[in-house]
Structure formats: C-alpha cells, structure tokens
C-alpha cells in the first residue's frame, strides 16, 4: 500500500492522477488526497507524510476531543468535523486535513467515504457551505458584525478546487481580534483566557490564525501568544494564500466571565492554573501575598479618567495611607497596557482597589489571597459582582465588595431621591441594555464616604493577616 502512493505531484500531472486517486479511494477510506499532493510544485513522497501525519492525528485527537461534547465527538469521529454548541460560544474541530484559503477565508475539509457502501458521510454537496462561524467567544453580541465570518466547505475529492501554498505540519487555531480589543476585560475574557483553555493541550505546536488581526492586540499579548505557541501569529490578510494544515479549530472555548470551569476541562484547567500561567509568562516572582516582604503593604488604586471617576480620590489616598499603605495611583491606559511592566507591580500589591471596570481585571496578575475592593456604582450590582467579584475568588483572591449609597453617586445631582433612577435601576436596564449602560456606566461618578469606605479598607488589612494601623508615617 505504501508502495503504490510514492508518487510525485505537480500542478500539470493533477488531472491524470485523478483516476489514481480514485483507485486509491476504492481500496481506502482514510486516504485523502490532501496528504496526497501537497502544493503546486512541492514534490512529498507519502511515505514521510503518511508517518508525519499520523503521529500528528494521534496525538492531536486528545486535544481535538477536549473541546466537544460525546455526541459531536462521534460525529467527529465518522465525519471528521464537527461543532460544539453547547459551550458559551462556537467551537468547530476539522481532525482531518484542511486547506485554508485566507484570502476568503474559507476552510476546505476533505469528503469522506465510508469503505464499505462507498456513500459520503456528509449529508451536504461538494462544495457547499457546511458551516459559517465568527470565531469570537462572545457570541451574544452585536459586536459580532466586526467579526469575519470563516465559512467551511466539503472539497471533492476527485477535483480539489485549491492547492497548498504553504504546508503546515502543525494544526491552526483560527480566532478573530476584531470583538472589544483595546478593553483589558474583553481582551482577557473573550480572547486570552478562551485561547488558554482551547490551545493548552496542543502544547505549543499550533498556529494561530487571528483573523480581523489587529497589531495593537498582538504586541500587547505578544508574550501570552509565544508562550501558547512556537510559532508566530498568522495574520490572513497580510498572508493571501492557501494554507494547509493536518487539522484545525475554529473559535474559541468559553467558560463564564474571567472564569475557567474545572470539571469541564481535562486535566483539570482552572483559574488558578491560568494565574499560575501568567505568573511564568511574564516573570512574576511573588505568587502568594505573603511573600510581598515586611515593608508597608502597596495598595493600587485604579483611577477611571472618563466615567465612573472618583471625584475624591485625594481624600480616598489619604485615608489608606493613614492605614499604613503605601498608595499607587494609576490613571493611564497606556501605563496598564504595557503588559510586560504592570502585570510586575500588580504582582507585588496586597490589595487592588477601584470602581467597576476593565481595570480591575488586572486581578488576573495579583499574587494569591490578595485583596481586591470594587467600588460598586449605582445599577452594578450584576455586572460587579459576575465580571469581577465571584472571578476573584475562583481565581484564589479575597474579595470585598464597596457598594455606594445614592448620596456617593453623582446620579444624585441631576436625579430626584424618588427617580425610578435612583431607587429602581433594574426598571431603567429593562428599557434595554443601552439606556441602563449610558445611564449608570457612562454618566455616573463617584463620591465615596470616606468613614464608610475606611471600614472596607481595615477589612482589607485584616484579611491581609495585618492590624490597623500597619505602621505609623
Ligand atoms: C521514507 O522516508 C524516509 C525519510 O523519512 C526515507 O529515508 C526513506 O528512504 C523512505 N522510504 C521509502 C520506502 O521510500
Ligand atoms: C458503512 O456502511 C456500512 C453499510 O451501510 C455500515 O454497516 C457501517 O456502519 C458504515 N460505517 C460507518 C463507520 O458508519
Ligand atoms: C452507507 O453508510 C452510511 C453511513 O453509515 C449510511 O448513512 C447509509 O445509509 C449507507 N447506505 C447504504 C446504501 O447502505
Ligand atoms: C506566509 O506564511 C508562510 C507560512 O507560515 C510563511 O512561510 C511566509 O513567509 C508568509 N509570507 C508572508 C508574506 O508573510
Ligand atoms: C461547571 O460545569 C459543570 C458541568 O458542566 C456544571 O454542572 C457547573 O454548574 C459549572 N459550574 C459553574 C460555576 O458554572
Ligand atoms: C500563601 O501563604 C500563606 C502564608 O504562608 C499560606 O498559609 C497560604 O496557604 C498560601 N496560599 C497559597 C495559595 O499558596
């Protein structure tokens, strides 16, 4: 059988070996034509392919199967491609060989035959659509419209309507940075964690694909993509060609907000590991809060700059100074989204404090059983306490949440007491999602109480195994 399949393949000979190939199929199922001819003018003899891909398909299939369901795994099985619906978001695994054409981006995945009545396993023409997804964790959203949509196809097996340009003998995840990116909360939880949770068991021999590339979002995370992967990120546009690989996935897996479920995941993948992740890729050396040394304990305050401002933030300093911290104010996107720095001071902080934000997921880079105190606004009870505050405590952190009062809100100034505003915000988000976010998340500013909110921080300082005050200054 090797034997007969040591054939050379060029792009004038295709069509006489059509019949070749046809023979080939007759005597065996799982022979495709994509191992067969590998480009237009690369000459592979089958027997190395044949070798490389089948240690490949073995020991992909692990991976493969961990990102679906029993039922999609047998239609994996039989078919060689298949779709989970069932997690948060859309996830297709293509186990068998596939051509990707990024100029469109559309996935050729080989027809297969089934040996014995030779009748096709897919239900669908050649060459019809089988699958359209936006490869964003986030599915739900209208957001999606910036997402390129990557179609899959079943190719036939006797005229194979591309060839390889480019021969990967590694598989490719194909994702989309097109979503929120520029928002750390989005990036982390749509992007980094999905990719973490969808890449990890193929053990860097992948490629990834991010469609809608934004350059920004790729050096930003340069380090998270070079730890997850040996190879650099594919940008399709940049790259018009027709890419081959042994197999491939398509979206991201997606758990719950910030969060990893363990007993969804093999090897039992959690937040705690992905922290533990972050910790040795970008160098941080203080992984328990305990180990942040004798000195005053250092207390970050994230400082909003638009919406959700602290309006008395030098009195809110002052007061956790009195407490003994040392304070770190941080009020620039540009200063947070240098990865490589932040992620080291954040990782030598006892506590982390701000109102509700995308800053606060910078909780991901907090030593273990640190504190972090989200200020909660008006009408984020919700959002807090799902986005931020329960993530926190999977992620091995203590958790205080800061809810203000109608007097802390600046929704007070142009609100009466009585205004359903006020004293009813679920009534206002049930308007819609719009009229509750430019209301509570882009018009409101905060005026904490400082006794009040110093009750919080002294929490903070006991749960830190300290007594107040911790040092006299
Ligand atoms: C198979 O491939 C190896 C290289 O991996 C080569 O040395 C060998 O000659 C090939 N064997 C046959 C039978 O072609
Ligand atoms: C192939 O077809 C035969 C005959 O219809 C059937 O018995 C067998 O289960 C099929 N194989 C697979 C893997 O579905
Ligand atoms: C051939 O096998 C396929 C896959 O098991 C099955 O769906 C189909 O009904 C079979 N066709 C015949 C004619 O047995
Ligand atoms: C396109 O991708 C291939 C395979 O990864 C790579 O070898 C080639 O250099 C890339 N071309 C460009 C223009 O980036
Ligand atoms: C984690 O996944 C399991 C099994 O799918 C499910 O029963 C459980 O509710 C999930 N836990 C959370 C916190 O989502
Ligand atoms: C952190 O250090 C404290 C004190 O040494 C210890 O009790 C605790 O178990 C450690 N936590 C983790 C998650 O290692």
């Known amino acids: 059988m090797e034997g007969h399949r040591r054939v050379v393949c060029g792009a004038t000979q ?59 795994l047998r239609t994996l099985e039989t078919s060689g491609f298949a779709c989970n619906f069932a997690v948060g978001s859309l996830v297709c695994v293509a186990s068998k060989p596939v051509k990707i054409d990024t100029e469109t981006m559309e996935i050729y995945i ?7 009545n030779r009748t096709r396993f897919s239900v669908k023409k050649e060459g019809e659509v089988i699958q359209v997804i936006r490869p964003y964790a986030w599915q739900q959203f209208d957001l999606l419209k910036n997402v390129t949509p990557v ?57 990834f694909v991010l469609v809608d590339y934004n350059p920004y979002f790729v050096e930003k995370f340069n380090r998270v993509f070079s730890s997850l992967s040996r190879f650099d990120v594919l940008n399709p546009i940049a790259n018009t060609s027709v890419h081959c690989f042994p197999g491939a996935v398509v979206g991201l897996e997606f758990h719950s907000f910030l969060a990893i479920n363990s007993s ?42 638009k919406t959700r401002r602290f309006l008395n933030e030098d009195e809110m300093v002052e007061m956790m100074e009195e407490l003994g911290f040392e304070v770190v104010v941080v009020k620039s996107d540009k200063t947070m989204s240098d990865l490589d720095r932040f992620s080291k001071l954040v990782s030598t902080c006892s506590v982390l404090v701000g109102a509700h934000g995308a800053g606060l ?20 009870e919700w959002p807090s306490a799902v986005y931020f505050g329960e993530p926190a405590v999977w992620m091995g952190l203590r958790y205080l949440g800061y809810k203000i009062e109608p007097e802390e809100s600046s929704l007070i100034e142009s609100y009466a007491r009585d205004d359903p505003v006020i004293s009813d915000p679920g009534s206002v988000f049930a308007k819609g999602y719009y009229v509750g976010k430019e209301v509570y998340l882009d ?31």
């Open 443 to 473: 018009k409101q500013n905060i005026r904490v109480d400082i006794g009040r909110f110093k009750s919080t921080i002294s929490e903070a300082v006991r749960l830190l195994g300290r007594t107040t005050p911790l040092s006299t200054r």
């Open 151 to 207: 179609k899959f196809l079943r190719e036939p097996p006797q005229s194979p309507v591309r060839h390889c340009d480019y021969d990967h003998k590694i598989p490719a995840i194909v994702f989309s940075s097109g979503g929120f990116t520029g928002n750390l909360f989005h990036e982390f939880n749509e992007i980094i964690i999905p990719l973490f949770l969808t890449s990890r068991l193929f053990e860097s021999k992948i490629q």
């Open 264 to 305: 969804e995941t093999p090897k039992g993948n959690s937040m705690i590991e992905f922290k533990n992740f972050l910790s040795v890729t970008y160098g941080l050396t203080i992984t328990n809060v305990s180990d942040s040394g004798s000195k005053p304990p250092v207390l970050l305050l994230i400082s909003r700059r």
């Open 361 to 380: 997921t910078n909780q991901v880079f907090l030593a273990a059983e640190a504190v972090v105190v989200q200020v909660v606004p008006l009408g984020l």
């Open 110 to 116: 080989p027809t297969r035959f089934n040996s014995t």
């Open 14 to 72: 295709i069509i006489g070996l059509l019949a070749f190939i046809y023979l080939l199929y007759i005597q065996s199922f799982s022979f495709d034509p994509i191992n067969f001819c590998f480009g237009k003018r690369n000459s592979l003899k089958r027997n190395e392919t044949k070798e490389e891909v089948g240690v490949l398909e073995e020991y992909l299939q692990p991976s493969f199967k961990s990102l679906l369901s029993d039922d999609d």
